[in-house]
C-alpha cells in the first residue's frame, strides 16, 4: 500500500502545478522518488497514529459538517507530512494537499479492496479491522450458529418482489433461486403490521416483543401534556422503557447482540446509530455516536464516504430538478435540507452500519440486528416506484451480498435473515390533492379561523432518526405543549389524530358532538377520508364514515362498513387501537383505493406509512431454509409481535437455553 501511494504521490506531482516533490533547481529522478516515497510514508504514518485521535475529538462535531472536516484534516495530515519529510524538498499548497490526500486515500483504499477481493486471507484480515478484538480476548466464540437480522426499512413484499423479478437485486434472487437452476436457500414470507405501520411501532414490537400504547408514528398524551415522536431520542427511550416493562425482558439482542442503525436497543450491549440512547452522558453504557465515529478512525473509509456522500446530494439535485422540469406527478419539495439528510441516509448510515455488522460477524456475536433506512428515505420524496427507489435496492442488494461474504469469514456459521418493518403506499399527498391540511379541515370542523396559506405537515421519515443518533441530538420541534384552547391535530403518514387537550380524558363521540356539532360529519363526509375511530357511551367504540356510517366495534367482522375496502385484518388492527391508553380522542384514516393501492398522506410524501391502505402494510421476511418455517400452521403472520416470537424461536434453535424465552404472551397482550 505504501509503494501505491508512493507512485499516486509522483502521479499528482506532476499534474497539478501547486504541488511539487524537488527544489526549484530541479533534482534527479532518483531523488524525487526518495521524496515521494518519504512523503508517503510520513503521511501513511500521521493517518495511522493521528487520525483516530482526532476523529475521537471531533464527537460533538455535527455529522452532515463531518464530511468537509475529513478533508481538511487529511490535507492537513499531508502538509504535516511533507514538512517533516527528511529531504526537505516536498512543497503543497493548502488547497492542493486536500486534493492530494484526498486522492491517495481513495486510491489506496480501492487498491486495497481490489487486492483483498482476490486473496481471502487478505480480505479477512482487512474485515477483522472492523472487529472488536479485545472482546474475543475474554470472551470466547460460540460453535453454534448465529442470527443476524438486516431490516431494509421501507420495502414492502410486492417492492421486493418486482425487484428480484426485474433483475435489481441479484443476491436475494440467488437466495430465492428465480433462475431454477440452483436449489434455494431462503424462504419469502409477508406479514402484516398493526394500524400503525411505522417503524416506530414495528421495530418496537421486533426487537421489544410489545406494540402496545403506540397508536401512531406521533401522538398527544395528555397526562403527560406532551407529544410523543418516535424518531425523537427522548421519546425512543421512554418507549423503550415501557416496552421492556410490559415484557419483563430487555429484548431479543440481550445476550451477546448487537444493535445497528435502530430506534431501539433490543437489550444489545454493543450499539451504534441507535437513537434511544442518543442523549445519554457518553460512557461504557452508551456506545452509539462511538460506534459512528469508529468507522471513520480509518481515513480511507472517511474519504470514500465522503466523496460518495457529495456525489449522492449532486444525484438527489438531478434527480429532483429532473423531476420538476419534467412535470411529475404527484411530486413533493425536495430542497432545503432534504439533499443532505438523504446523503446521509444512503451513503453515511449505509456504510457505518454495513460496516458495523461486518465487524459483528467476525467478533462472532450471537444476535445482530441492523437497519438500513435509505430505501424509505428516498420512496417517501420519490415515490415507491420510481426510477431513484429502484436504484437504491440495487445499492442494498450489494450491501446484502457484502455482509454474506463477511459470514463466509466468521469464526462461527451464521443464519442471515433479511425484513423488513412496513411498505410504502404511493398517492397524492392530502394537501395536494385537496388544498388543504388535515390542521385545517379539523379547525373549519370545529368553527376556528383558517389561515389562508394552507401550512405544511412535518415529515417523519426514519432517516432523521439515523441523524439525530449521530447527532446525541433531540428533536425539539415536536415536543413542546400544546394550547389548551385548541385541538391538537398530528399526522402519521395517512393515519391522524385529533386530541382535545383541555379534556383530560378520552373524549366520546356524544362529548365530541356536543362541543364541536359539525365537526365529525366534516371528517367523515370528506371524500379524502376513509373513516374515523372514536369512543362512544354506548358501544364503547364507533368506527365513522360518510352518509351517517357509524358502526360499533363489536359489529365490524358482519358490518365492515368502511373498512370492506382495508382488507383483512383492518378490523382487528382497530379494535387493537383503540384499546391503547393514549390513542387519540378522534383516528383519521385516509381514503383507500383499493385497485391501484393509494392512499392520501397527511404528510408531505407522496411515499406513505403510518396507516390501513394498500402495501404499507405488508412487509417481508426472508429467512433461511435452515431455520423453521415462520408460522407452522400456514397463516400470515399478524403483527411486529409475533414477528418477536419467531425471531426468538430461531435463537432458541441455533443456541439453545442460552437465549431467555420466558416472556409471557397473555402479559404481554393483557
Not at 464 to 493: F, W
Amino acid at each position: 500500500m505504501w509503494a501505491v501511494s508512493t507512485l499516486t504521490m509522483l502521479v499528482l506531482a506532476g499534474l497539478l502545478p501547486d504541488f511539487r516533490l524537488q527544489s526549484p533547481d530541479g533534482d534527479s529522478a532518483t531523488r524525487i522518488a526518495v521524496t515521494a516515497a518519504c512523503g508517503a510514508g510520513a503521511f501513511g504514518l500521521l493517518s495511522a497514529l493521528a487520525w483516530p485521535v482526532l476523529v475521537r475529538m471531533l464527537l460533538l462535531v455535527p455529522a452532515l459538517f463531518l464530511g468537509l472536516l475529513v478533508f481538511f484534516l487529511n490535507g492537513s495530515l499531508l502538509l504535516l507530512a511533507l514538512r517533516v519529510n527528511p529531504s526537505g524538498r516536498g512543497e503543497v499548497a493548502p488547497e492542493t494537499a486536500v486534493i492530494v490526500a484526498a486522492v491517495m486515500s481513495a486510491v489506496a483504499s480501492a487498491t486495497g479492496g481490489a487486492l483483498a477481493v482476490r486473496d481471502d486471507d487478505a480480505y479477512r484480515r482487512r474485515l477483522l479491522r472492523l472487529a472488536d478484538r479485545r472482546r474475543r480476548a475474554t470472551l470466547p466464540c460460540a460453535s453454534t450458529p448465529g442470527l443476524v437480522c438486516v431490516q431494509l426499512d421501507g420495502v414492502g413484499h410486492d417492492v421486493l418482489t418486482a425487484a428480484v423479478r426485474d433483475g435489481l437485486m441479484p443476491t436475494v434472487a440467488r437466495w430465492l433461486a428465480t433462475d431454477g437452476i440452483i436449489p434455494p436457500t431462503h424462504r419469502l414470507t409477508s406479514w402484516r403490521t398493526d394500524w400503525s405501520s411505522q417503524t416506530g411501532a414495528s421495530q418496537l414490537g421486533i426487537l421489544h416483543g410489545s406494540t402496545f400504547d403506540v397508536p401512531a408514528f406521533r401522538w398527544y398524551e395528555k397526562d403527560r401534556g406532551e407529544v410523543m415522536v418516535c424518531n425523537r431520542p427522548t421519546s425512543a427511550a421512554e418507549l423503550q422503557r415501557r416496552a421492556m416493562a410490559r415484557t419483563g425482558e430487555s429484548g431479543l439482542l440481550a445476550v451477546d447482540g448487537a444493535s445497528r442503525g435502530n430506534l431501539f436497543s433490543g437489550g444489545a450491549g454493543e450499539q451504534a446509530l441507535v437513537l434511544s440512547i442518543a442523549t445519554r452522558r457518553r460512557g461504557r453504557e452508551n456506545r452509539s455516536r462511538a460506534g459512528y465515529f469508529a468507522y471513520f478512525s480509518d481515513p480511507a473509509n472517511a474519504v470514500r464516504t465522503a466523496l460518495s456522500f457529495f456525489a449522492e446530494i449532486g444525484r438527489e439535485i438531478g434527480q429532483s430538478t429532473r423531476a420538476r422540469f419534467a412535470g411529475q406527478h404527484p411530486r413533493v419539495g425536495r430542497g432545503g435540507l432534504y439533499p443532505f439528510v438523504r446523503a446521509f441516509a444512503t451513503v453515511v448510515e449505509r456504510d457505518v452500519v454495513v460496516a458495523a455488522v461486518m465487524g459483528d460477524l467476525l467478533a462472532g456475536r450471537t444476535a445482530v440486528y441492523a437497519d438500513l433506512v435509505a430505501y424509505d428515505e428516498v420512496a417517501h420524496h420519490s415515490g415507491p416506484d420510481s426510477r431513484d427507489a429502484r436504484k437504491v435496492l440495487r445499492r442494498l442488494d450489494r450491501s446484502l451480498a457484502l455482509i454474506e461474504k463477511a459470514a463466509e469469514h466468521a469464526p462461527r456459521p451464521y443464519r442471515l435473515v433479511v425484513l423488513s418493518d412496513h411498505g410504502q403506499s404511493p398517492g397524492e399527498t392530502f394537501r395536494s390533492r385537496y388544498g388543504l391540511t388535515l390542521t385545517d379541515l379539523v379547525r373549519a370542523g370545529s368553527g376556528l379561523p383558517v389561515p389562508r396559506g394552507a401550512g405544511r405537515t412535518p415529515s417523519g421519515a426514519e432517516a432523521r432518526a439515523a441523524v439525530r443518533a449521530a447527532l446525541g441530538r433531540a428533536d425539539g420541534s415536536e415536543g413542546g405543549p400544546a394550547p389548551r384552547s385548541e385541538p391538537v391535530v398530528l399526522a402519521s403518514g395517512n393515519l391522524g389524530l385529533v386530541s382535545f387537550p383541555d379534556v383530560p380524558h378520552r373524549m366520546t363521540k356524544e362529548e365530541i358532538d356536543a362541543r364541536h356539532p359539525a365537526l365529525l360529519p366534516t371528517l367523515a363526509n370528506h371524500p379524502g377520508i376513509g373513516f374515523l375511530l372514536v369512543r362512544s357511551a354506548g358501544h364503547d367504540g364507533v368506527v365513522l364514515g360518510p352518509c351517517g356510517t357509524e358502526i360499533p366495534l363489536a359489529e365490524l367482522d358482519e358490518r365492515p362498513g368502511p373498512l370492506a375496502r382495508f382488507g383483512p385484518g383492518a378490523a382487528d388492527a382497530v379494535r387493537r387501537a383503540h384499546a391503547f391508553p393514549h390513542t387519540a380522542d378522534i383516528m383519521v384514516n385516509s381514503w383507500h383505493d383499493p385497485a391501484s393501492g393509494q392512499v392520501h398522506a397527511f404528510e408531505e410524501q407522496i411515499g406513505s406509512h403510518g396507516g390501513l391502505g394498500g402495501a404499507q402494510s405488508r412487509p417481508f421476511l426472508l429467512s433461511p431454509l435452515t431455520l423453521s418455517v415462520p408460522e407452522e400452521d400456514g397463516e400470515a403472520l399478524s403483527g411486529a409481535e409475533r414477528v418477536h416470537d419467531v425471531l426468538r424461536r430461531w435463537l432458541s434453535e441455533l443456541n439453545g437455553p442460552e437465549v431467555p424465552l420466558d416472556v409471557d404472551p397473555e402479559r404481554r397482550a393483557a
